[in-house]
């Protein structure tokens, strides 16, 4: 199946940790290269991601000038029915972060 990568075109909605909706755009290439990010409720303002085969995506999600920074992998299953994200980093406190995020068809 592989990523479809209009789920992250401009206007892409994200599920936070705690249920929090928020609400970001960017614009970007699959290369590792740095996009800014403009929104509503997310703790970031860059964010890069690497299309590392079909299937995998990795990203890096940091506030330029703040304590919030995490990177993570996200896989589509072959099958193309779920979708797992994991995350580690540091949340906006400065504490440590981990997220596991499952979305089934």
Known sequence: MGID???LRPG??????FQNRQRL????KYDGSAAEVTGSGTPYDSI????????????EAKQT?????ASGRTVISKDG?????????????????????????
């Not at 890069?48 to 990203?59: C, D, E, G, P, W």
């Not at 000038?65 to 920074?69: A, P, S, T, V």
């Not at 504490?95 to 596991?100: C, P």
């Open 5 to 7: 990568t209009d789920l």
């Open 12 to 17: 892409t909605r994200a599920l936070k940790a």
């Open 25 to 28: 755009c960017f614009r970007g």
């Open 48 to 59: 890069s991601i690497k299309q590392v085969n079909a299937n995998t995506l990795t990203y």
């Open 65 to 69: 000038n703040g304590k919030y920074h």
């Open 81 to 105: 029915k779920t979708m797992t994200t994991t995350a580690k980093g540091t949340d906006t406190n400065g504490a440590a972060m981990t997220l596991k995020l499952y979305r089934c068809a």
